[in-house]
């Protein structure tokens, strides 16, 4: 059992910067593979960026985007510069086992979210 939760959301204009953090519990944190998706009002939930177990592989959707993970303290950041309007939603967190997936039905683990607005 993984449980998940969701930190650094807010209020950003434009063009600027927000670093998202995840903080998991449990000892196994560093077995899972940890995934950040997005949904907006009205649409489905979309993969937003993915690290594997190691850190030694990624994947994005979006180059403005960049993950990393601490294993030592149970964290994953999405580091998401360049903001722009259509970026806002809610974010998740999301874990399953060893390798990254695109796809959120194939996580496990959910947090429960933070919102990231993008306004002027």
């Known amino acids: 059992q993984v449980q998940l939760a969701e930190s650094g959301g807010g209020l950003v204009q434009p063009g600027g910067s927000l670093r998202l953090s995840c903080t998991a519990s449990g000892r196994t944190f560093s077995s899972y593979a940890m995934g950040w998706f997005r949904q907006a009002p009205g649409k489905e939930r979309e993969f937003v960026a993915a690290i594997s177990w190691s850190g030694s592989s990624t994947g994005y959707a979006d180059s403005r985007f960049s993950i990393s993970r601490d294993n030592a303290k149970n964290t994953v950041y999405l580091q998401m510069n360049s903001l722009k309007p259509e970026d806002t939603a809610v974010y998740y967190c999301?874990?399953?086992?060893?390798?990254?997936?695109?796809?959120?039905?194939?996580?496990?683990?959910w947090g429960q979210g933070t919102q990231v607005t993008v306004s002027s």
């Open positions: 999301a874990a399953r086992p060893t390798h990254w997936r695109r796809g959120p039905l194939e996580y496990d683990y």
